[in-house]
């Protein structure tokens, strides 16, 4: 899974006619993609805002802006632990400065190049290789279906697959995942996409 935040952050002093303080990043955890959210497909921006004082620390973070109410949570839990390096305040530089930071949870976006020729071309033998190495209910965290949930998130318009149609798409995946993966068992020779619902596999 991945979890991005603008490096650039935007800083705005709270004290008008002082100058711009540039924050260098010590100790910035990074949120934790409620998994739930990661496995059915919800990705999003928030943007939170914080108060960073002279000493480093941070304080009053607040969701502006969240895709969802679990992807703010903990965005705010990680925000919380931030740490930037300290400055000296002076006359060019207040003592405490507001922070905007968007992030953004997307998913793997990082599959094979050509993710849905290589995913057609996967044979169930490599599925199940890979598979016999996680416990049956972590199945639907096995690579060939992140990279799947990926390609149709990242890889495919809007307009040809809604976001709520996306999310059906992905949940009705998920329940899937223990049949294919025991249909790639019983069918090594065959092709991963033989078993995937319909409706994903016609997007591939």
Known sequence: MRWLVVAVLCVICSSVGAGEVFLIPMDNPKPKYPR?????GITGEVRVTMNVH???????????KAAHSELASVSLAAVAQWRFQPW??????????????????RLDDTPPLHANEKLKKLRCSDVSRVAQYYADSSWVDLPVFSWTRSYMTHSISPALLPEEKRLAL???????????VRRC????????????????????
Request: hydrophobic letters at 45%.
């Open 88 to 105: 000296e305040v002076s006359s060019d530089r207040p003592a405490q400065v507001e922070v905007v930071a968007p992030m953004v949870f």
């Open 170 to 180: 992905i949940a009705k995946l998920n329940k899937e995942v223990p049949t294919i």
């Open 36 to 40: 739930a959210l990661y496995r059915a």
């Open 185 to 204: 068992n019983s069918h090594p020779s065959s092709r991963y996409v033989r078993f995937l619902p319909k409706e994903v596999r016609e997007l591939l």
């Open 54 to 64: 002279a000493d480093g620390s941070v304080s009053q973070p607040v969701a502006l």
